[in-house]
């Protein structure tokens, strides 16, 4: 189980550093720029794909951790 866990959260990591065109976005509502971050933009091609990933990974990384906690 802590090498699933181990694994799954690596890969948790690396996919979010790939998802940069949102945090780029967060970064000007903090500095006062104007942004797009909540307007209605449809995620398409590997955003979508890096985005689903990342919701499975999490997901996985829950349902681990919940497991885990009955199992010990």
């Not at 998802?19 to 903090?30: F, L, V």
């Not at 951790?65 to 010990?72: A, G, R, V």
């Amino acid at each position: 189980m802590k090498t699933a866990l181990l694994i799954i959260s690596i890969l948790l990591i690396v996919i979010v550093i790939l998802q940069s065109g949102k945090a780029e976005s967060a970064a000007q509502i903090i500095s006062g720029g104007s942004s797009d971050l909540f307007t209605k933009r449809k995620e398409r091609g590997s955003e979508l794909v890096i985005s689903r990933i990342t919701f499975l990974l999490g997901m996985a990384f829950f349902l681990i951790c919940l497991i885990s906690t009955f199992i010990s």
